[in-house]
């Protein structure tokens, strides 16, 4: 645990260590904290220390992973962002301005690790550089739990104009059929979050982490919340869907390096395919929804996935077949034609030849 934080990646001997040492206060199961089953989450881990710790490490107030640990110890023992810096040597009132941005820095690096989310100690100010990711508001009089418990309510203020989530509603489907770009984050607070003119969606994609975080006996997020983004992931990549969508989604964590446990959060029956199931991810789940209902083929391949309206489907492509067909009677046609003239022409000449070889003969 005395490994540099600048080493990358973490040797595999400390994997399961840290897993225990960082997650101590919380209580982990044995069986779902397994370095193998939260390998993404750790390259994660690591990412994010190689990224506070460049310039050798000078805006951390820390240096090891065991020392990393032992701010996740205080910090999950609800002491609030203010009692967590004092404790990294920087007091309310310190003068020294380095000092105390460094302690911020190390709060909030120690916060995005156990949140898996940017953390911010005002709204949307970053204390390290600027990442592109909505932070989460950590105040200094809150503790981390009440700061995750204030930015993840529920939410109802969006009216669906069907209550109802189809089969058809897949993460695959927005792409293929709504052509929305696909943007994999390790921001949970970006999760379903549309972007570029509701032409891209921010998609979290570690299912193994909020597995792992559904075992502690006292996680950072309420249960529900856990519960209910997992339900999201499986009603984007249900589990049971046809050949192309599996393949297509086995390509996309190869591709991207994705937590492969994203192909395994099982399937969401009709009933709980609902708006009214959701709370916490609603009024994002409609926005979604809406935008891919209004999207609009842009190319023959987006006509043929799109099967939202089968009448307009079949008049398309009966329209596309009638179409072909004319056109390529019209070129039959014209090939029939240009062969009789030629078959014609050929005639002619042929007997003026004949008539001219004639007339040579009687002379």
């Avoid at 390259?43 to 640990?69: E, M, P």
């Avoid at 989460?136 to 969006?158: C, D, G, I, K, Y």
């Avoid at 083929?297 to 099967?307: A, E, K, Y």
């Amino acid at each position: 645990m005395d490994t540099s934080l600048q080493r990358y990646p973490i040797p595999n001997e400390l994997r399961d260590l840290l897993l225990e040492e960082l997650w101590k206060e919380c209580v982990p199961d044995p069986k779902v904290s397994d370095a193998k089953l939260l390998s993404t989450y750790l390259n994660y881990y690591s990412t994010r220390c190689q990224h506070f710790s460049h310039d050798g490490g000078i805006h951390l107030c820390v240096k090891s992973h065991s020392n990393l640990a032992s701010v996740a110890k205080t910090i999950l023992s609800d002491k609030t962002r203010e009692e967590v810096c004092s404790s990294l040597g920087s007091p309310p009132s310190d003068p020294d301005i380095d000092r105390a941005r460094r302690a911020n820095t190390t709060a909030d690096l120690c916060a995005s690790l156990l949140l898996m989310a940017e953390a911010a100690a005002k709204e949307g100010v970053h204390n390290f550089g600027f990442s592109g990711s909505t932070p989460l508001t950590w105040s200094s009089q809150q503790t981390l739990r009440q700061a995750v418990n204030q930015h993840f309510q529920p939410e109802h203020e969006l009216q669906p104009d069907n209550p109802r989530l189809g089969k058809l509603f897949t993460a695959r489907n927005l792409s293929y059929i709504g052509g929305i770009k696909i943007k994999w984050t390790n921001n949970i607070v970006d999760h379903l979050l549309l972007s570029d003119d509701d032409q891209t969606v921010f998609i979290f994609h570690y299912a193994g982490y909020l597995q792992f975080q559904q075992s502690l006996q006292h996680p950072l997020f309420p249960t529900p919340f856990l519960t209910e983004t997992l339900r999201t992931l499986a009603l984007l990549f249900p589990q049971n869907s046809d050949r192309k969508s599996r393949r297509w989604l086995h390509g996309q964590i190869a591709e991207h390096n994705l937590d492969p446990v994203l192909a395994r959060c099982g399937n969401l029956r009709a009933q709980t395919r609902r708006f009214e199931q959701f709370s916490f991810w609603r009024d994002r789940l409609v926005i979604l929804k809406q935008a891919f209902d209004e999207s609009s083929p842009r190319g023959l391949t987006q006509w043929w996935n799109d099967r939202r309206n089968s009448v307009q489907w079949y008049t398309f492509w009966v329209a596309i077949l009638v179409f072909v067909m004319t056109v390529f009677f019209g070129l039959v046609q014209s090939i029939e034609g240009a062969l009789q003239v030629y078959i014609s022409w050929k005639g002619e000449a042929g007997g003026a030849v004949d008539e001219g070889g004639g007339m040579g003969g009687v002379g």
